[in-house]
């Protein structure tokens, strides 16, 4: 296989790495936090994606032509209506149901996604076609071969990863950071220590969201298209991801959204039957991983006392 | 008088005239329409039970109807295991007489086998897979529109004679997608045209990088598509992403106003064929367009409501001639030649199915679908993508 067929399959696998990566990022905070998963994250991406399209048109309606002035409205937008809607999720669900075993909560929020997710198809209008999003990022490409290096690619990668460097940053280099790691290994001590529970949990709800609402806006410019069904499986490949990284770990959740892609990638490239079966595929080597290392590829540290 | 009085005066009036002239009570005769309401083509499902229950409400308001009808919508989802199970909702349901069924070919297969079982008569109105009628010989099962076998013929023939060689396909993995690789791939052999890779995706998949930076290195002048809108939609949308310069060939799936608004200007220049003819150039067309608007429905028929109008008017034909019995009317379908409908004469074969051979070319022009003959590509004042 010629380098530049390689180079286009590693780009691909970047970007879809990163999606899947944010997506994990999520599931992982939302675990390390509250010990819950929160099964509504995908068709919480898809909410935000919709939220920025929604935005995008009733900007530009409202006269408003420049490109940079509708992108950052719609991330700003997206990201926090879906940040608000993130810390409702936790305030009215997810907090109320703490005692209650974790299945329920799993449940319940998987029933919460089927709702939000319906509600896009039915609220929308002609919500189960899929929607046009704008391409409002500049479309020049470089030719190398056959790798097609495109500027918004790039731009979306970079972007990428200067926010999890930043969610990096948030949670190492920060008291907010501080506060929730903190909550997240231990909640009684934290509260002991006079963080406020409530607080923390919805800062991290709000993150985890909005990391969401990012991860949809990107997908919206990637594939410049955004349809109702688009967080379920992106959900369930970021959750997977969050798993094989180990949940409770940001490092984890990142490196098995990029793993997940690479598999695929893989599936695709070196299959004979080729594409069809790549998730197959990946799926197939996830399971044989957890079997391997159930807790993940980076542990959560807990210590019990005994 | 006051006005309170006068017109509590007329409408006592009214009333009383109302309730002098004698209502007929006609026998309720029901009948059922499934197609896919919800999820990715929901467009088309829609659009074909408006059509359904516009031809019951014409039915209805015609004096001369021996009976009232009542029509029973049940939703695939173009989901095999759903419509299964809306399938033997119907067919066991023994009030319904007959049925106008199913869009999606995955779907319309499956349930082939219910329909003989309970000896529920059907007409269907959109799914082409050929198999549907010809698997087996059941005297249940019907169909108004054509299949892919001649879609594809007509297919290959275009753009063999275009000048384009290399094709690459990519069809869905459901029977839908199959059938058009398997009778595609036999009529371009017999062309002489030459595939050079061929690729299975998922009906719901969202990402087509890696099967299209495949396509890329092997260079195909054109990428046929057999599968859906949906999928339709973000692999052309992908292909420009991608870089990717090469005709966009599709099937009858494609041919929906929801493609041209998923992919705006970048639809241009898509190539896609269906059975029977536009709407409007239908010979019941305008009529059926006249009428359908009248009733102020959400959604437009799309590209298979007339063929859903004709099965349901067929199925209530069939009624009225040999009455609300499933027996009866099957028998009576089977005698089906040279029957008038909105989209032309209809003669079942010997399987069911209506031996209709025109086919028309359609290509995107300017955000419509044309016509190939009446389009500016055929008379070649524009170019496809890689035309010599």
Redesign the interface.
């Known amino acids: 296989m010629?380098i530049g067929?390689l180079a286009?399959?590693v780009m691909?696998g970047l970007?879809?790495g990163m999606m899947y990566a944010l997506v994990a990022v999520g599931f992982t905070l939302f675990f390390g936090v509250l010990d819950v998963i929160q099964f509504a994250h995908g068709d919480v991406l898809t909410v935000g994606a919709f939220t920025a399209l929604v935005t995008f048109l009733g900007v530009r309606a409202a006269g408003v032509g420049s490109g940079p002035i509708l992108l950052s409205a719609m991330v700003v937008v997206s990201i926090f209506a879906v940040a608000a809607l993130g810390m409702l999720i936790a305030r009215y669900l997810v907090l109320p149901l703490r005692t209650a075993p974790a299945l329920n909560t799993l449940l319940i929020t998987l029933m919460l996604g089927t709702v939000l997710r319906e509600s896009v198809?039915l609220f929308y209008p002609?919500g189960?076609?899929?929607?046009?999003f704008p391409a409002l990022l500049p479309t020049n490409?470089i030719?190398i071969g056959?790798f097609?290096l495109?500027l918004d690619n790039t731009i979306m990668l970079a972007a990428g990863v200067m926010v999890i460097i930043g969610v990096e940053l948030l949670l190492n280099r920060t008291k907010l950071g501080l506060a929730i790691r903190a909550v997240a290994q231990d909640e009684e001590t934290a509260r002991t220590m006079g963080i406020n529970f409530l607080a923390i949990v919805l800062v991290a709800f709000a993150i985890g969201s909005g990391l969401a609402a990012f991860a949809g806006i990107m997908n919206g410019f990637?594939?410049?298209?955004v349809?109702f069904?688009?967080g379920l499986?992106l959900g369930v490949i970021g959750f997977a991801a969050a798993i094989i990284g180990g949940l409770g770990s940001i490092y984890g959740a990142i490196l098995g959204g990029f793993l997940f892609a690479a598999l695929?990638?893989v599936g695709?490239?070196a299959l004979p039957?080729?594409?069809?079966y790549?998730?197959v595929f990946a799926f197939a080597v996830i399971i044989i991983f957890m079997a391997w290392r159930p807790t993940g590829l980076i542990q959560e540290k807990i210590s019990e006392r005994v | 008088m006051t006005r309170a009085l006068k017109a509590a005066m007329a409408i006592l009036a009214v009333a009383w005239l109302a309730a002098v002239v004698p209502a007929e009570a006609k026998d309720k005769v029901k009948v059922g329409f499934i197609g896919p309401l919800t999820g990715g083509v929901s467009a088309n499902g829609l659009g074909g039970r408006n059509s359904a229950d516009l031809a019951v409400r014409l039915r209805n308001a015609d004096p001369k109807a021996k009976y009232e009808y009542e029509l029973v919508v049940l939703d695939d989802e173009c989901k095999p295991n759903v419509a299964v199970q809306a399938a033997t909702k119907m067919a066991a349901e023994r009030d319904i007489v007959a049925a106008a069924t199913h869009y999606c070919s995955s779907t319309a297969i499956a349930t082939v086998d219910v329909y003989h079982r309970f000896g529920l008569p059907v007409v269907v109105w959109g799914a082409v897979l050929p198999d549907i009628t010809y698997r087996n010989k059941y005297p249940e099962v019907h169909r108004v529109n054509g299949t892919m076998i001649n879609q594809n013929d007509t297919n290959a023939e275009l753009l063999t004679k275009l000048g384009y060689k290399t094709f690459a396909v990519i069809h869905d993995t459901t029977d839908y997608g199959k059938g058009h690789n398997e009778y595609f791939s036999a009529a371009l052999a017999k062309r002489g045209g030459k595939i050079v890779g061929t690729f299975g995706v998922g009906s719901d998949q969202q990402d087509f990088t890696a099967e299209l930076t495949q396509i890329k290195a092997l260079n195909p002048e054109v990428i046929y598509f057999g599968g859906l809108t949906p999928i339709g939609v973000r692999i052309r949308a992908q292909m420009d992403k991608l870089g990717i310069k090469a005709v966009f060939d599709g099937t009858s799936g494609i041919v929906s106003d929801a493609y041209i608004q998923g992919l705006g200007a970048l639809a241009e220049g898509t190539l896609a064929f269906r059975e029977g003819a536009p709407t409007d150039k239908l010979p019941g067309g305008k009529f059926f367009m006249e009428k359908y608007a009248a009733q102020k429905y959400d959604n437009p028929p799309e590209a298979y409501g007339a063929f859903a109008y004709a099965a349901m008017d067929l199925i209530l034909d069939s009624i009225e001639k040999v009455g609300p019995d499933r027996r009866r009317v099957i028998e009576d379908m089977a005698k089906v030649e040279n029957r008038d409908s909105i989209i032309g004469k209809i003669t079942f074969d010997d399987h069911g199915q209506n031996t209709v051979s025109l086919i028309t070319k359609y290509v995107v022009q300017d955000g419509k679908w044309v016509v190939w003959e009446d389009s500016e590509y055929a008379s070649g004042k524009r170019k496809l993508p890689r035309q010599k």
């Open positions: 010629d067929l286009q399959h691909n970007m879809v198809r002609q189960a076609n899929p929607k046009p490409s030719n056959n097609n495109r990637y594939y410049n298209e349809n069904g688009m499986y695929q990638t695709t490239v039957f080729g594409s069809a790549k998730d």
